[in-house]
C-alpha cells in the first residue's frame, strides 16, 4: 500500500506496544522503515514483540518498560530516549477498560481505568511536546480513542469519559502546538479484536458479536488500523491536524455497542464481577 521507506528516519515511542494493537502498529512502522520504541508494563513481553519485529524486518527497535501511571516515570522514560536523540512521534495507545454497571464502580475501579487512559496519555504528551517545543523539533502525536467519544457508551463510563478528555486534548494542541510544527491526530476504532480487550469488554453471555451489527458485517482487520496509522504519521498527512478518523465499518451510526448490555440480568452482572474481582 505504501513506498517501504514512508517511515524511514523516524524515531516512533508506542505506548502499549507489547501486545495488541500497539504490537500491530509497531510491526507495520518497522516494515515502513521507522525506528521503534516500545513502552509497557511487561518487560518480557515487550523484548518478545521487539525481538519479532527485528527478525521480520530489521531495523532498530528498543523496549521502554514503563508504568505511564507514574508521571515520575514517564518523565525519566522520556529523558532516557532522548539520550539517543529526540522522537519524532508519540502514539498514545496503551489503556484500560471493562464493562461494569456504573452504580457498582468504586474510585479503585474508575481509577484503574482512568490512570492509564487518560492521565499515563497526558503524562507522555507533554513530555515529548516540551522536549519538542524546546528543541525546536517537529513532532506527531496519534491517540488512539474510540466512538464512544461520539456516542457515549453505557457500561465503560470511565473508558468513555478519559477517551473523551483525549479528543479535547488532540483538538487543544493542534492549536496550541501547531505553530510549533506539531501536528496530534486520533483514531477512533471500532471492533479490532484483541485477546486484552476482547476478553473485558466481550465476556461469555454477551450477543453473537459486533460483526452482526456492523454495517461491513465484519470487524476490522489489524492491518488496516496500522495502514491508517502509518498514513496519519507519516509526512504524507502533514496537513491533517486536530482531527480524529473514526475506522469502524460504520457501526457507530447504528448504535453505541452498548445496547445489549441493557438486556442483561442481575445474574449475569454479579457473574461478572465476580469474574473480575477473581481476575
Known sequence: MFETTLLANKRILVTGGGSGL??????????????????????????????????????????????????????T????????GP???????????????????????????????????????????????????????????STSTITGRAFTV?????????????????????????RTVAIAPGPFPTTGATGQLRPEGRDSGPAAQNPLGRVGEHSELANLA????????????????VQDGGAHLRASGAEDLLQWSDAQWAAQRAARTKN
Open 230 to 245: 502509518s498514513f496519519l504519521i507519516s509526512d504524507q498527512a502533514g496537513y491533517i491536524n486536530g482531527e480524529m478518523v
Open 22 to 75: 500497539g504490537a500491530s502498529m509497531s510491526r507495520r512502522f518497522a516494515e515502513l522503515g521507522a525506528e521503534l520504541v516500545l513502552c509497557g508494563r511487561r518487560l518480557e513481553l515487550l523484548e518478545q514483540t521487539a525481538a519479532q519485529s527485528r527478525t521480520d524486518f530489521g531495523g532498530k527497535v528498543s523496549v521502554a518498560p514503563c508504568d505511564i501511571r507514574d508521571a515520575a516515570a514517564v518523565e
Open 158 to 182: 470511565p473508558s468513555a469519559m478519559a477517551k473523551s478528555g483525549l479528543l479535547a486534548m488532540t483538538k487543544s494542541l493542534a492549536v496550541e502546538w501547531g505553530p510549533k510544527g506539531i
Open 87 to 145: 522522537l519524532d512521534v508519540l502514539v498514545n495507545n496503551a489503556a484500560a477498560t471493562f464493562i461494569a454497571q456504573s452504580e457498582h464502580l468504586s474510585a479503585r475501579a474508575a481509577d484503574a481505568i482512568l490512570a492509564p487512559t487518560l492521565h499515563g496519555t497526558m503524562y507522555c504528551t507533554l513530555e515529548a511536546g516540551r522536549r519538542w517545543i524546546a528543541g525546536h523539533h517537529k513532532g506527531v502525536v496519534l491517540s488512539i480513542l
Open 77 to 84: 522514560m522520556m529523558e532516557t530516549i532522548w539520550r539517543n
